[in-house]
């Protein structure tokens, strides 16, 4: 520890981010937890964007996160991958949650992407109930945002004749 000439302790100890700690199988799942649970979680998403979910190579960074993590959040159809099996066996962490997530459409359009935001909502109240109740209103908000982003669009395709 240090002081510098103001008479402030200066230190350099590691600080643990407070909140849940949340990792996601992809950067949709990590937008949507890191979108509902704000400053209440912290998110470490596995997958970059513009990477196969099946072809992605694990990296000893993502091992750690899980290892660490209170929850794992995929899609359902990640559940079979290889590489997020290994993920998990390596991670060798007995009180990870581990949510799959199912949405029988593409998560791209806002109906779907709404009712991914509320399957994560829910999931997230589930397991921190002291804070439920800010995960639901967030996720009430951004799903109205969605589907209002959607209507949007609609609106633009109808006008230009296009279905």
Same mark, same amino acid.
């Given at each position: 520890? @240090?002081?510098?000439?103001? %008479?402030? @302790?200066?230190?350099? +100890?590691?600080?643990?981010?407070?909140?849940?700690?949340?990792?996601?199988?992809?950067?949709?799942?990590?937008?949507?937890?890191?979108?509902?649970?704000?400053?209440?979680?912290?998110?470490?998403?596995?997958? &970059? &964007? %513009?990477?196969?979910? %099946?072809?992605?190579?694990?990296?000893?960074?993502?091992?750690?996160? @899980?290892?660490?993590?209170?929850?794992?959040?995929?899609?359902?159809?990640?559940? %079979?991958?290889?590489? !997020?099996?290994?993920?998990?066996?390596?991670?060798?962490?007995?009180?990870? !949650?581990?949510?799959?997530?199912?949405?029988?459409?593409?998560?791209? +359009?806002?109906?779907?992407?709404?009712?991914?935001?509320?399957?994560?909502?829910?999931?997230?109240?589930? !397991?921190?109930? =002291?804070?439920?109740?800010?995960?639901?209103?967030?996720?009430?908000?951004?799903?109205?945002? !969605?589907?209002?982003?959607?209507?949007?669009?609609?609106?633009?395709?109808? =006008?230009?004749?296009?279905?």
């Amino acid at each position: 520890m @240090l002081i510098n000439g103001g %008479g402030t @302790l200066l230190g350099c +100890a590691e600080k643990t981010p407070p909140g849940l700690k949340v990792v996601t199988g992809t950067s949709l799942i990590a937008n949507i937890v890191q979108d509902i649970g704000d400053n209440k979680v912290v998110v470490r998403n596995v997958i &970059p &964007p %513009g990477s196969c979910p %099946g072809h992605y190579d694990i990296k000893p960074g993502d091992i750690e996160n @899980l290892a660490g993590g209170d929850i794992f959040f995929i899609h359902h159809w990640q559940q %079979g991958y290889e590489n !997020i099996k290994g993920l998990i066996s390596a991670a060798d962490n007995p009180d990870l !949650i581990i949510k799959a997530i199912t949405v029988k459409g593409d998560w791209m +359009a806002p109906p779907f992407q709404a009712e991914a935001t509320d399957k994560i909502a829910a999931a997230l109240s589930e !397991i921190d109930p =002291a804070n439920s109740t800010y995960y639901q209103e967030r996720a009430e908000k951004r799903r109205q945002e !969605i589907l209002a982003k959607g209507e949007e669009i609609r609106a633009k395709l109808e =006008a230009a004749k296009v279905n």
